[in-house]
């Protein structure tokens, strides 16, 4: 049996650790204190550095040491905000991520794409870099509905909100993104023929 096994399967847990974390923590704060629950954040988000600098993924780990620094900040001043300022943090640090990318040769979207398909032809990489703005969008958008959820709404829509509407919105983004890119591919088809 070899390392990458056991790695592939602490990043797996890690991230369904990840996804479930609203809901967790929902349920977490009726047998644990705060206090308890964000120390058990900060550890899976320190785990989940190591996993990355383990896979030799330097960026991503430096990100996860810098978001377990910023909840661990926050938590100096309330261990409960703390807690549900991490879906907050974490919509941030992806839209910086697809930001930072725009700077580069290639955008998020298309690094993606290329994974799929990798000659891309003038067309998808102008709009794979239209995506990742969209993309920039909507990580702004979620965070500022998360910020609300953790300021002003109670447990149980903050939970409903972070731990499955917002999975759903980006179903919805991921799914419905492939008939729009559909529709104006044979467009521009249509149009280069018709030239």
Request: charged share 15%.
């Amino acid at each position: 049996m070899t390392w990458s096994v056991p790695k592939r399967i602490a990043a797996l847990l890690l991230g369904v650790l990840g996804v479930t974390y609203p809901v967790l923590v929902y349920f977490g704060l009726s047998a644990f204190s705060p206090q308890f629950i964000l120390i058990g954040l900060l550890i899976v988000v320190l785990l989940r550095a190591v996993t990355f600098a383990l896979q030799k993924r330097y960026g991503p780990a430096g990100l996860a040491v810098l978001v377990a620094g910023i909840v661990a900040a926050g938590g100096l001043a309330s261990e409960l905000l703390a807690i549900r300022f991490y879906p907050v943090i974490v919509s941030l640090t992806m839209g910086a991520v697809f930001t930072v990318t725009l700077f580069t040769d290639r955008p998020m979207v298309e690094r993606l794409a290329r994974l799929k398909m990798p000659d891309l032809d003038d067309y998808s990489i102008a709009y794979t870099r239209k995506l990742t703005k969209v993309w920039i969008g909507f990580f702004a958008v979620n965070a500022m509905i998360a910020t609300w959820t953790a300021l002003y709404a109670s447990m149980e829509i903050w939970t409903l909100y972070n731990g499955f509407l917002s999975y759903v919105l980006i179903g919805i983004l991921f799914i419905g993104e492939w008939p729009v890119r559909r529709i104006l591919r044979a467009r521009h088809d249509r149009k280069i023929k018709e030239s």
